[in-house]
């Protein structure tokens, strides 16, 4: 939440910036919350496009440091997902 409210409070707003900071949190809120019903492909795929989302945003420069920081957690988080499910794992898919 706090790099949405960054984006749409900066003083040049990066529209393109904010819709995909909202569909990854979007995405990872909704993978977090089943959890339990959450494939470990799923996990890796998403964390796949987050770090993808994120490596483009850096790159631009236009894009605000509290987009890139919302998105590095959101990675975190689906990191932290990922490591729980593992270890409630007996073998590897």
């Known amino acids: ?3 949405m409210r960054s984006v749409e409070r900066s003083s040049s707003p990066n529209s393109e910036a904010g819709r995909v900071l ?3 949190l979007d995405l990872v809120e909704q993978l977090v919350r089943q959890s339990e019903n959450v494939k470990a492909a799923e996990v890796e795929t998403t964390l796949n496009v987050l770090n993808k989302a994120a490596a483009e945003m850096q790159a631009d420069e236009a ?3 509290a987009v890139i920081s919302a998105l ?3 990675v975190g988080r689906l990191q932290a997902l990922r490591a729980e499910m593992r270890g409630g794992e007996v ?3």
């Open 1 to 3: 939440m706090v790099g």
């Open 63 to 65: 894009s605000a440091t």
């Open 91 to 93: 073998a590897p898919r």
């Open 22 to 24: 909202r569909a990854c």
């Open 72 to 74: 590095r957690n959101a």
